[in-house]
């Protein structure tokens, strides 16, 4: 008989076929999905780099990327792993192969590390000790099967006859061929022998086999003689034999004699059998690789931690350090971000590279939600415990990627009143210690930069006052090397004063005082110094009363840190080079000349943003059910925006968000919380934080509760410390109707921003069914799109799944946002829009102070800022006793301040503290670190 | 013929034998190696429990610890494999086993899951995919062979009959017999041929075999007749066939053919073959492992980081930012730290567990060398220089372990005046920007500590103002729910009035008035605010001048926080508890009673400690060399001691030592440094550091140069920012020779604390060979151990080589080390001491004011603490103009002041500026961010 001869070459084509036609169905749903080899090589071996030819070739054909990595022969194992590691880690990198041999330097215990470094996962040549464990236990497969030893099987499967059953000899040992071929056969039922240079009677075994598969590197080896008549044999070997015939003087030959062809049944010719089919093997591999990868790179699978839940809630400090947080890096995992996108900060808490925004910008953004209240009792309503109790619903329980964005609290009030903490009860962030002490150090960061900010003015202003213009221009631009210099800086004031010069010894002397004096007019600043500890003896100082100040003492004062401007900035930046110029913008006070005098006159902006630099990745914390919570930025909510940062938003819309080809039930949510009633904080989050970002958000989530509104409907007041009335801990449906007033002005204000409105209907344990079922239909009543009842306090995520559910249901389709006023009005009359339109006023006075301010800031280039509102929060009017839903009065401007780095306006509308007090018996007391376990104690 | 038999119990007890003899001669050098095995069963199935029973048995023989831990059987497979990891990351464990099979919920999937979840490396069983792929493979060897295949090939072997060449033919292809033992016999060059249920003809393969390995599971299924005469049976089968003649009614038999017996040449019995083998395997896997994971643990090997040396050295920031440090974790690793030990800080900052010092309590300390200088110029000598060049020289050149330890520098004068990184040249901490700006936060939290103890301290004077007695108490102690009580700490102000009460309402008017008027008399404040930034204007300020405070106006000052004694106490403290009592007794002012008020009087001990809990771990950070660097607290060296942490240096100690049966080349080198020169740094190094801390210094290292000694020999002033004088930069061996003086004194001084000196001549560019020879032997001459050039600024660790050798050759011995003055000696003797051996003054002179500050002292119970001189760095004397080696002057003692919780009292000697300022151009001018990199430019 003349055997069949197994062709490899067309076998291969229709593998490659394959691939290339699975990948365009792929990419037809995924456009962005893109297999991707990478072989690196040691050297440039001449046989080496022809293989890298044949795979770059085969991977161009069937639409894989492909990148050949060179590193010089002499390269150490060392520095190999170091580079097949850094691609392993490349998300965008489907196969890492290396090229073998590396350098002769490169012994075997090298080599096998190098090729251990390449993770399992992208190990299509299979060589990796997981795979070939796997692929020589009956109990597992192989990620991969290395391409030579799968080829063989390929063809074998190609003839029909059965390998189960058969009798299969195997020549050769190598790791290459011949063991994984054996463990193949093996595994697909065939009696196997395999033989090797230590093997007596070879031609004996091959005589008995149905299969012979060689691999042994000798040509000619297989005698047809040896050979079952019948039997099916693949020839692995590649030998170069002496051929005048051929014009390189050799020909191409396997292990098997010519003469078996006339004895097997099937056998493959050298060339054109195994060979073609490896490379196939390896696009194949590289193609299952990708489609793992890519399924796996999209699961965002958060593991919720189970929640021990007590009939009677405990503390919110006893809940919050019975629960073991995951660590950070897990959860970090979890919902999709790269170990290089995370700066861990202790085990649970993690700041998170912006670079993360230019890996998934092809992303579409996840929804997008404000919680916002209603008009507050001081007692607090539960914003915060929603928000964060929604994203445990939404996250741990309805299996969404859901992300909370909450502000860093301000450290003061930590020792000062309790209270504070982000969430409560069963809905907390976690750890709370750690929520509520330095965090990652920002705020600090803040109070360094605003204090550098701090000590250059007056300093500035000392040594103007005690130096002559030429004294002060020569320390300013000091000779060195007798050369002078102005600092980058400096050429940006120069700018600024219209002179034209870069070199300091052509300044004139008119320009050199121009340039070397500020000539701040002292009464004009407005910069403060901060700290963030309670300290009501800083609210009003004087200054530079020690001798070495020469008398040029101030009055000035302290803030708590989260009021600094500098905390406005980082909530609002879009980026670390925004940061900078924001920073360098921001205006301290004005000049004798009428200037304003910047961060950057005093040559401090880029000083700034360097103590701020790491403040502007958002920190990662979890909930109390181990779902995300970002932790970014906390401006004051009254003389700023009091909403947490851009950058945090922007982040979760990413993480949260879809792509081409996604159904939509894989779409996340970011919940971002406004600070202070919704006419304050979701007013401000629309009007300023959108404006700056972009951003389009697609619902508002507006929070209400039973004790808030039955005060806005007559009960007597709510102050903390002291019992409740019983209007507020029995059922009074007749006060609390009339209270709904204020939850429908809210409704409506919402409706104007154009996005859909959900009642939260945050519920306390002395609620009656009856009030809860008033308050839903009120609030249907007035427009909202839905109002539902939530018990996450008592109940955690589960709690809120009703609420989560109406969120996903309302938030389907594009939003409708819009903005209620255009920049470019005149400032007096974008007031005039936030009182009428939202507090319902008949209009404003402007004092005559504020009026003159406005004047300036027009003048100066301020006007087309956006307004922020500094108004009580207790009350839709400036008069915080005006509850329930206020109209027809008139509001009183009393000034109006400039924030020109975080860009906004703020005008004045009653007295506001910005520096707390300790009282008498002040929160520290209790909090203290169990000696034994070295846990903090006491604190809520 | 009849078959021999070979004997598996014999074997296997020689094994454990063996084993039992290696661990006990093992342990005659390292007492506290023990190997351990842990298996893990899930439920309790008898077959499983008496396996394990087995185990523990052979295990307790031998010597290994066993540990036989029991998850319930309804356990899932990620919970076994939490359990499984645990054990896993355990450095006491050797090996981890988990006892199959697991509950019957856990599929094959979740096993293999579970058994890949143990380390290959403690993988005792051998079944982890890793190594059954290097098993599998002909180019590596696994770390485990599994024991029942390992028990074939040793029984084998015993036989004395070939296995190279010959023809095995192995029966089964079970993962945990079949597969591993044919890999084992192939690799052994064995022709092996597999057989299984689907092979054809069985018997014919059998008969051709010398050896055959039967583990098919089936009693008698290999037959006599199979056998070839003289072949080597090895039966493997566990089979029970029913015996009326047991008393369990069954046999335990093999695969084999009882008349198999009678053909082989050897033959393993069922049972006494396999079965005993199987178990003393494993112990000697455990045992290996053992000492593997040993020999790992003790590899203290860091990896250096090659330095690309120019020679026109580049500024300290380019240097620094051209070199990219290794990620921490890496770091900790290589200098033995264990993940869980280690709180990252981003990439390369971290923060070191305090529980490394119980792991290593068993380790004796390294060796422990304090870093001194003479007395300096206002340039500094390059003590910091000379500390992390020594460390690169030791631990990158030398590879000996060696820790710099270092002061964290304060934020302020990084914005100032430019200098202040730790190090220069080619000898410095990286990254740089993050050593000079925040680090981990920890000058923060001590600038949040003593802010809060101010502000609390502020209010209470604010509050008992403007309130009776009787409101007084009433707030301090509320009535909660009709309860009152006192807090803990108000318990402990009782105590120290004498009141023996508990229960708040059992107060006389006359006790309230006691507990809760504390009655500060303003006037006595001692405790300032601080900010960590240069702001000249806070250095003298009048409080509380906003209407809210009501005319309760106070003058007051602002510190640099490092001025802080929370920063002294953070330096000097011993552990947490020890830290939470230090802050506790901080004295702020004085009662008008004359009672000493502290920070716990105020209630405010615990929430200091809360704040500062996290600042209690040291920092690791780097060298440019990759080595290790502790930067850990940084308390002024003029009014506090100037010394690094007590607790950094403690644990580089360990981690730097060495334990019994260690050879003496293995011990390691921590090297700290001393703020000023020796005379301030060193002197309150030993008396008050080491005094608190009981660590005693081997060496002391003193740093001197060519600019230093000159000036002291009478050459012109030298002044930071002017050009240096000719006798600076040109050869004067004269006035070189006359300054040695000050170098001969800080010499004679070292002696008396009974430490050897090495002196460092810190190379300058200008330096003459004869004037590096000249100090050299002046310093023999006074007695010094060593003295060396060194070229470590412009060379690295390279250059400090000779000096590092010489540190070693020092150190041999153990330390001489005393205290100069023993602290029951009345306070004014104390302080006389200091001066007269240390400055060599005639004497001291106190003011009437000191003089009545020693006596209150002494009265309240302060009198036994130590001496922190406050006292210019610039001469031995209280004078700066009083050059090179002064003496016979008087010093005035002005006044003595008390850090109660640090632990010392400071006299005062002169003027002392602890807020610095900002000059008229700062450094911040020129520094800002690159935009395109974000990185930090223009720092220094």
Redesign the interface.
Known sequence: MTAQIIDGTIIAKSIRNDVAQKIKAFQAQYPRFQPQLVVVQAGERPDSSTYIRMKAKAAEEVGIKFNHVNVPEAATADEIIQVVKKLSDDETISGVLVQLPLGPHVD?DG??AVTEAVCPEKDVDGF?????????????SPLFVPCTPAAVIRLLESTGVSI??S?AVVLG???IVG?PVA?LL?SR????????S????IEQ?VRQADIVVAAIGQSAFVKGSWVKPGAVVIDVGINFVPDATKKSGQRLVGDVDEDAFAVASHITPVPGGVGPMTVALLMENVYNSAVRLWQKARERKIKPLALDIKEKVPSDIEIAMAQIPKPVTQLAKEMGLLPDEL?????FKA?VELSVLDRLAHRKDGKYIVIAGITPTPLGEGKSTTTIGLAQALGAHLGRPAFACVRQPS?GPT?GIKGGAAGGGYSQVIPM?EFN??L??DI??V??AN??L???L??RI??EAT?SDKG?FS????SKKGKREF????LKRLKKLGIDKTNPNDLTPEEINLFARLDIDAETITWN?V????????????????P??KG?ER?A?FDIAVASECMAVLALTTD??DM?ERLGNMVVATSKRGEAITADDI?????L???M??TVKPNLMQTLEGTPVFVHAGPFANIAHGNSSILADRIALKLAGTEEGDSSDRVGYVLTEGGFGADMGMEKFCNIKCRVSGLKPDATVIVATTRALKMHGGGPEVTPGKPLADTYTKEDLVTLKEGCQNLTRHIENSKKFGVKVIIAINQFSSDTPAELELIRREALAAGADAAIVSNHWAEGGAGARALAEAVIATCEGESGFRFLYDLNLPIAQKIEIICKEIYRAAGIELSEHASKQIETYTRQGYGNLPICMAKTQYSFSHNPSLKNAPSGFTVPIREVRLSAGAGFLYPILGDMQTMP??????G??????D?QT?R?V??F
């Not at 990796?128 to 597992?140: E, F, K, P, Q, V």
């Not at 600092?487 to 400096?490: F, G, K, N």
């Not at 007090?917 to 002040?922: A, D, Q, S």
Request: aromatic share 6%; glycine share 12%; proline share 3%.
């Open positions: 075997a080599t096998r990796h000790a997981y795979n070939i464990g796997h692929l020589s236990s009956r109990a597992a189960a059953g009798t040992r190598s790791d063991n463990a093996r039922d065939a009696t196997v022998t395999q033989c090797h230590r093997t007596k009677n075994i700066e861990s900060y202790g085990k700041k450290q020792f210690d002490l330095h990652t150090g600090h960061a109070t360094a204090n550098l701090a000590a250059a007056d300093a000392f040594h130096q002060l320390r300013l631009v000091p600092a980058p800086l400096m110094r700290l963030d500890t309670n300290d009501r003896f800083l609210r009003k100082v004087t200054l530079g009363r020690n070495t100040e040029h009055e004062g670390l080079v900078r040559g401090v902006g880029g000083a943003a360097v103590l630099k790491d007090g300790l009282g008498t018996r002040p520290f007391w209790e909090v203290g670190l000696p070295g903090v006491g604190l």
